[in-house]
């Protein structure tokens, strides 16, 4: 990702394309969106992670909270609404789609205000 200067009174929100995650690995997407939410950045996944990626993102954001640096993430989802090219058998065994909007940020900048299908409304400060 480019370096882009953060400007001194504002948030800087980086919304990722799908077309853009699905040429990565799963560790590839982690580590990016650590690093920017790390840098302060609020990151914005057109189209989600996997279950097993959001495990995998909780889990390493675990070993890397430190008190004086690093206070965790803030993570909120909702699923894109259901497309017909779902299989009957896919919607019957519960599969779920990727494809969701998921918000991502610094846990000590994002507060999630209310959450529900159709939005979400999250405060964010600037630290």
Known sequence: MAEIKQPEDGVQIDLISGE???GMASMEKIRMILDGVRDGNI?????G?????ESKL???TMTEISPDEFNGI???TYPRAET???SLLDRLMGK???KKLTVIGPANQIETLHKDENLISA???RK
């Not at 992670?49 to 990626?53: K, Q, R």
Request: hydrophobic share 40%; charged share 30%.
């Open 20 to 22: 853009r995650m699905s």
């Open 43 to 47: 990151v914005i996944l057109e189209e």
């Open 49 to 53: 992670l996997t279950p097993d990626e």
């Open 58 to 60: 909780i889990e390493v």
């Open 74 to 76: 803030e993570i909120e």
């Open 84 to 86: 017909s090219d779902a």
């Open 96 to 98: 779920q789609s990727t």
């Open 123 to 125: 405060l964010v400060s």
